[in-house]
């Protein structure tokens, strides 16, 4: 337990650190102000003018973030990883763990803090036609999507020896199925499809049922990542 904490510890202060951590929330943020400035001062909608951003900014931008991040997860140490559970200093659940919860909970933690400050300035100074509920549905739905990102990305990540194979694995998987999905009419498990109904959503024009639906299907994705990505692991010869 002690070392799976301190693992869990070290990672997530490396997370803080890192200038593409840093690089990332700046980009999410300057553009966030700007859409409120632009809100306030043209009478913009509220649920347009946060799906816009979201298209814009904050999908392909934490797309790239997180794809980084969690792809560099367990690949990015592969020297440190042998030493360590060769050492017997920690195992390798332990390790795989540490790794999953830090890079999944630093992700949640960067989407909440943008988001919420965002949502509320829209309320405030935009035309208020989104629904609270259609709102909060609409960021759980973007959140679960970006933790299967990472949970994708940190499988990729024990499956690929190099990071930039797996960042680009990543990548083109999300954009591909949800390209395919959406033209096979799959919109609830379309990444992009999901995103193009975000207006609607917002204001709650969209069935609670369908969005449940969405969560369920990305979530259930990401937990079959994760256990997938775990098993490989633990029987992976370091």
Do not use: C, H
């Not at 337990?1 to 300057?30: E, G, H, K, N, P």
């Not at 790239?64 to 560099?72: G, M």
Request: proline share 2%; glycine share 4%.
């Amino acid at each position: 337990m002690q070392a799976f904490l301190a693992i869990l510890q070290y990672d997530f202060l490396q997370l803080t650190r890192s200038w593409i951590s840093r690089t990332w929330v700046l980009l999410l943020v300057a553009p966030a102000i700007f859409w409120v400035i632009v809100a306030e001062n043209g009478s913009e909608l509220a649920s347009e003018t946060m799906a816009f951003y979201v298209t814009t900014t904050l999908a392909p931008i934490s797309a790239f973030a997180v794809a980084i991040l969690a792809s560099s997860a367990i690949s990015g140490e592969a020297s440190i990883i042998s030493d360590s559970i060769l050492s017997r200093s920690v195992t390798r659940t332990e390790y795989v763990a540490a790794k999953i919860i830090s890079r999944i909970g630093f992700t949640l933690i960067v989407y909440t803090i943008v988001v919420i400050p965002f949502t509320y300035l829209m309320f405030r100074f935009a035309v208020d036609d989104a629904s609270f509920g259609g709102v909060a549905l609409g960021w759980l739905v973007l959140a679960s999507i970006l933790t299967f990102l990472a949970a994708l990305g940190i499988t990729m990540s024990i499956a690929m020896a190099n990071v930039l194979p797996a960042v680009l694995t990543v990548l083109l998987t999300i954009i591909l199925s949800g390209a395919v999905l959406q033209f096979l009419g799959l919109s609830w498990m379309s990444a992009t499809a999901v995103i193009d109904q975000l207006p609607q959503t917002f204001r709650g024009e969209t069935a609670v049922w369908e969005q449940i639906r969405v969560l369920t299907v990305f979530s259930s994705l990401s937990l079959i990542a994760l256990i997938t990505g775990t098993f490989v692991f633990r029987n992976k010869d370091l």
